[in-house]
């Protein structure tokens, strides 16, 4: 009996060179061979590493716009802080969920297509959703995670489309400009949700922006990006003497290497000791920055109101300066900490080549020392509060860039879409998928054994919070342990 093969069971059909999936860069050996790859990044290769650059703003602009107006709609909604909690929970527990969906496809299928669709679909949505009452909670609710799974798309299959246009030497740089769009695209969707609140007095239009800038990048994906983009795979290192490549005899492996299951690339990764921890140490990232993100701006206006600094929201349009600050603290200190993660480790790579892992404990150390201090002062200080958030946030953000970096020379080429959706999926399922929801359901059990008051709605939110802080402890001690396994599994990466 005939079984259908993947492209026959799909519309998405692919040229033969496509299906040499494993869609990422390869480390060509040095010498005579090196003439027959590709000499050099094109201008075409850094105007499509642009253009998938701004479809990553977007995507996390849309991620933050719900946290930058979340006193509005607690207000609107009525909801405590578990439920709150939840909106952001349930938009990461679709977005992790469909993540391996796309990985799959992103290493088989054309991604200019997965990439094009994700766009119009989370941006479609996202116009909708700003047309609901507050009779239509639940839809509210659904149509969070309906964009969780329009932003899946993107974030699993756009960096390896970056990392195949560029080889090792560039390839660190592109992705960490790549990663600086997600806190600048975060913090621009705190500004964007506050700003647009406070301008026109609805918090409804905050929704309406980011559709916009969605319908330019898929103009801009459809116009400048190759409908097949080149994929880099095992046989691209096999040069001749002569300089050219020997495809007919590298293509039999490419055929088995694309008969590969996912149950088997799964297991493969399983055995990979610093693949697993440090997915492990960017889960615990993802634990600290999802419960921050959600919660940080309500924190900072309950201790503006135990300060006496400002009043509770009771009015219709609730203040919205802390959520402004706070995006414009997690554009400032993303931009820094991108570019000093991608730097140090740069550097430090040529006298230690167990580098990268280190710098990620070392960061996640001082960080979650950061915010214990932040977390301790903010009752009688919100400027210092403000300062230790801001640098809690910098060394957060030193190992976006480093992180993925690891993972795409520590797994074989065939298999680092996967990968990255494996990664991405339990990064969010033990990570910033519960925070939110955690965090707001550990602060509405505290209110709830004690009288209401403004000082008990301050306190259950700083104890839940200290959470956080013990995370990023454990962060830095699995980065740590990734350190003594990344040199073995590097050369393993290579020799396949």
């Known amino acids: 009996?005939?079984?259908?093969?993947?492209?026959?069971?799909?519309?998405?059909?692919?040229?033969?060179?496509?299906?040499?999936?494993?869609?990422?860069?390869?480390?060509?050996?040095?010498?005579?061979?090196?003439?027959?790859?590709?000499?050099g990044p094109a201008k075409r290769d850094y105007l499509v590493a642009a253009?998938?650059?701004?479809?990553?703003?977007?995507?996390?602009?849309?991620?933050?716009?719900?946290?930058?107006?979340?006193?509005?709609?607690?207000?609107?909604?009525?909801?405590?802080?578990?439920?709150?909690?939840l909106l952001q929970t349930v938009f990461v527990l679709c977005y992790m969920l469909a993540a391996p969906i796309?990985?799959?496809?992103?290493?088989?299928?054309?991604?200019?297509?997965?990439?094009?669709?994700?766009?119009?679909?989370?941006?479609?949505?996202?116009?909708?959703?700003s047309f609901l009452t507050e009779l239509y909670c639940w839809i509210f609710f659904l149509s969070r995670g309906l964009v969780g799974i329009g932003s899946a798309s993107?974030?699993?299959?756009?960096?390896?489309?970056?990392?195949?246009?560029?080889?090792?030497?560039k390839r660190t740089t592109?992705?960490?400009?790549?990663?600086?769009?997600?806190?600048?695209?975060?913090?621009?969707?705190?500004?964007?949700?506050?700003?647009?609140?406070?301008?026109?007095?609805?918090?409804?239009?905050?929704?309406?922006?980011?559709?916009?800038?969605g319908g330019l990048a898929l103009v801009l994906l459809l116009l400048l990006v190759p409908h097949r983009t080149q994929r880099r795979t095992a046989f691209h290192r096999a040069l001749s003497i002569s300089g050219t490549i020997r495809v007919k005899a590298e293509k039999p492996g490419v055929q088995r290497a694309a008969k590969t299951t996912w149950c088997q690339d799964v297991l493969s990764l399983a055995k990979n000791w610093s693949f697993v921890w440090s997915s492990l140490g960017l889960t615990a990232m993802a634990f600290v920055t999802g419960a921050l993100g959600m919660w940080v701006p309500l924190f900072l206006h309950r201790a503006e109101v135990v300060q006496g600094l400002a009043?509770?929201?009771?009015?219709?349009?609730?203040?919205?300066?802390?959520s402004l600050i706070f995006g414009g603290i997690t554009i400032g200190t993303g931009i820094l900490?991108?570019?000093?993660?991608?730097?140090?480790?740069?550097?430090?790579?040529?006298?230690?080549?167990?580098?990268?892992?280190?710098?990620?404990?070392?960061?996640?150390?001082?960080?979650?020392?950061?915010?214990?201090?932040?977390?301790?002062?903010?009752?009688?200080?919100?400027?210092?509060?403000?300062?230790?958030?801001?640098?809690?946030?910098?060394f957060l953000s030193v190992n976006w860039a480093v992180v993925t970096d690891i993972l795409l020379y520590v797994v074989t080429p065939r298999r680092q879409s996967t990968a990255i959706a494996l990664q991405i999926l339990v990064s969010h399922l033990l990570g910033d998928a519960g925070s939110p929801y955690l965090i707001g359901t550990i602060s509405s059990a505290i209110q709830a054994k004690h009288p209401e008051s403004v000082q008990w709605s301050f306190w259950s939110m700083q104890?839940?919070?200290?959470?956080?802080?013990?995370?990023?402890?454990?962060?830095?001690?699995?980065?740590?342990?990734?350190s003594f396994y990344i040199e073995e599994d590097r050369k393993e990466a290579e020799r396949l």
Request: aromatic fraction near 12%; proline fraction near 4%.
């Open 1 to 39: 009996m005939h079984t259908p093969t993947a492209q026959e069971s799909t519309g998405l059909q692919l040229p033969p060179e496509e299906l040499s999936y494993g869609a990422t860069v390869t480390h060509v050996r040095q010498g005579a061979s090196v003439s027959a790859a590709r000499k």
């Open 174 to 213: 592109m992705l960490s400009i790549f990663y600086i769009f997600i806190p600048v695209g975060s913090g621009l969707g705190y500004v964007l949700a506050a700003g647009m609140a406070e301008l026109t007095g609805d918090w409804h239009w905050a929704f309406r922006i980011t559709p916009c800038m």
């Open 102 to 129: 796309f990985g799959y496809l992103g290493d088989r299928y054309n991604r200019k297509i997965i990439l094009g669709a994700g766009i119009f679909f989370w941006s479609a949505v996202t116009l909708g959703s």
């Open 311 to 322: 009043s509770p929201c009771l009015q219709e349009t609730c203040s919205s300066s802390n």
């Open 337 to 394: 900490g991108v570019i000093t993660g991608a730097e140090a480790a740069r550097r430090l790579r040529k006298i230690n080549n167990k580098a990268d892992p280190l710098i990620c404990a070392t960061s996640m150390f001082v960080s979650a020392l950061c915010l214990y201090v932040a977390l301790m002062v903010a009752q009688t200080n919100i400027t210092a509060t403000f300062l230790f958030i801001a640098l809690g946030e910098l």
């Open 51 to 85: 253009v998938l650059c701004y479809g990553n703003l977007i995507n996390f602009m849309d991620w933050f716009i719900v946290p930058g107006i979340l006193l509005d709609v607690q207000k609107y909604f009525e909801l405590h802080d578990g439920d709150a909690g």
């Open 154 to 169: 993107y974030s699993t299959v756009a960096p390896t489309m970056i990392a195949d246009l560029f080889e090792e030497g």
């Open 463 to 482: 104890y839940s919070f200290i959470l956080c802080a013990f995370l990023g402890v454990c962060g830095g001690g699995f980065f740590f342990l990734t």
